[in-house]
């Protein structure tokens, strides 16, 4: 038996997870636990670390590969034209070894802060200055507005490195 990759339907990784193991196949659906802030409160939340993706053991000779993609959930299983892509068990094991040595991750999010926000900058070497919040620039960062020298200068930063003034 071999691991395959399976695309599920929009959000729905656990639903599929759950159909797909009511069949007696073997599911792994790496998640991260992760803190957020959101509007100052501080959560745990669990996340799938591939969106949309899980991972499912079977052999498509014993099981039926339409089965699977008829499983309330699943959108379909990854196929390079008409071959079903394997997954090495090596990567496998190598996804769950890295989320156990994995500590449990701090995210801030944009949420907190809104375009025009009032922020002091808490770490690095503008550590202390009152900026002005201006957009996110990705995960886990975000550009911010410094007066400096009777100019100012957007400077990009970790979100974690800001809080609102």
Known sequence: MNWYLVYSKPKSEQRAKENLE????EVYLPTLTRKKRL??????????????????RF??????????????GVASVVQFGSC?????????QAIKCKLLD???Q???????????????VTEGPFAHLNA??????GEQRCFVLLEM????????????HIRKA
């Open 84 to 92: 079903l892509q394997q997954v090495p068990e090596q990567a496998i």
């Open 106 to 120: 701090f995210v801030s999010t944009a949420e907190t802060f809104n375009s025009g926000d009032n922020v002091e």
């Open 39 to 56: 509007k100052s409160v501080t959560k745990s939340v669990t996340e799938t670390l591939f969106p949309g993706y899980l991972f499912v």
């Open 59 to 72: 052999d498509p000779e014993q099981f039926s590969v339409r089965t699977i993609k008829n499983t309330r």
């Open 149 to 160: 020298m009777g100019n100012q200068h957007r400077i990009e930063l970790a979100q974690d």
């Open 132 to 137: 002005i919040y201006d957009i996110e620039s």
């Open 22 to 25: 009511a069949q007696q196949l």
């Open 102 to 104: 994995q500590p449990q």
